[in-house]
């Protein structure tokens, strides 16, 4: 089956190509086309997305990417983020994507983004593991707007066991960067200027760790890195930001591990934004290993918001008779 991605839900408009077979019992994908227009310099001056930006470059952008195509030949599907997102940048791409689908006389499937990224895992398998001997798993999405604890029985059954009470946690590498004059985004910015700094030279706070929960809560931390600057402002930038990005990875990697013995799961997946920040997948990985469990997350340069993952999983929902009303859904959840 061959699927169109579109995806609009933030700052990055993106459209994808995939070759879809398998069924849920061994999904197997090829991506025939990834293409990824980044707006970071659009809003970068503003310190981070601005939405009637977003939805202006989403607009010019759109007919570009799918010019980029080539050729709309035997395209089975077309699919698109309806949520959650910004909502006038999910208003452009669901409109887009109807009048497309429209014009090739296909049917259009309404993803959510959030199953995108928990299905992106799917792109970095090896073709002997079997989808059976992956779950139960426990799903960790930590992305800019979300951060979410997931029990997964099957690739189409989960519960939520928790999730952030204030701030994601990419929102939290996001402000602290800005506390410490980093550009947007601040993610990949805090993770580069770590490599340098000292991560136990500050012991931040590692909020909610050790409660019984799987909640999260970050903008505490956030405000304790604040305060620190203040009080210290000849601090060395590096160590304040290497201690804040090892309080984050301490408090999600514990409560992970802790929730994938508590419901003694088979795997951990990883997926979001966050997840291409190499100190967390180090760290997770090594704890999976000490705990004799299996760890899943998309290829490198999947992490991040891309169309790919909203094709991949518009395959899952396909397979499964999943089906969403077609219009932006600004708070969707999973
Ligand atoms: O999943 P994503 O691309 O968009 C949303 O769905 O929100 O996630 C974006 C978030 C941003 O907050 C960004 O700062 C963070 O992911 N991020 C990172 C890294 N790369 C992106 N955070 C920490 N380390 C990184 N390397
Ligand atoms: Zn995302």
């Excluded at 004059?181 to 601040?186: A, I, Q, R």
């Excluded at 770590?194 to 409660?211: E, T």
């Excluded at 997946?269 to 469990?293: F, H, I, P």
Aim: aromatic share 6%; charged share 20%.
């Amino acid at each position: 089956m061959r699927i169109l991605g579109i995806e609009t839900s933030c700052d990055e408009t993106a459209i994808s190509i995939i070759e879809a077979k398998g069924g849920l019992l061994h999904p197997q994908f090829k991506i025939v086309k990834n293409i990824i227009s980044s707006q970071i310099a659009v809003h970068r001056p503003f310190g981070g997305v601005v939405p009637n930006l977003a939805k202006r470059e989403h607009i010019k952008n759109l007919p570009l990417l799918l010019k980029k195509l080539k050729s709309l030949e035997n395209i089975d599907t077309v699919a698109v983020t309806v949520g959650p997102g910004l909502a006038p940048a999910l208003w452009t791409g669901v409109e887009f994507a109807r009048v497309l689908a429209k014009e090739i006389n296909k049917p259009l499937i309404g993803v959510n983004h959030l199953e995108g990224h928990v299905y992106s895992f799917l792109l970095s398998l090896k073709n002997k593991i079997k989808i059976s001997q992956i779950f139960p798993a426990v799903a960790l999405i930590v992305s800019g707007g979300h951060t979410i604890l997931l029990y997964m029985n099957s690739l189409t059954k989960w519960k939520k066991l928790g999730e952030t009470r204030d701030d994601a946690a990419g929102e939290a590498f996001d402000k602290v960067a800005r506390l410490l004059k980093l550009p947007y985004p601040g993610g990949p910015e805090i993770e580069k200027l770590s490599r340098s700094g000292n991560p136990d030279a500050i012991n931040f706070p590692r909020p909610m760790l050790h409660m019984k929960n799987y909640d999260f809560s970050f903008s505490g931390l956030k405000t304790a890195v604040l305060y620190f600057l203040r009080n210290n402002y000849l601090r060395n930038k590096a160590d304040v930001a290497a201690s804040f990005q090892r309080a984050v990875i301490d408090t999600l990697v514990g409560k992970t591990i802790r929730a994938a013995r508590e419901f003694k799961a088979r795997s951990i997946l990883l997926s979001g934004g966050v997840s291409a920040n190499k100190s967390l997948r180090t760290e997770l990985r090594k704890k999976v290993n000490q705990a004799d469990l299996q760890f899943f997350t998309p290829p490198a340069k999947l992490n991040t918001d891309n169309a790919v993952m909203i094709a991949v999983s518009a395959y899952i929902d396909h397979l499964s008779k999943k089906s969403r009303k077609i219009t932006a859904q600004p708070n969707l959840t999973i």
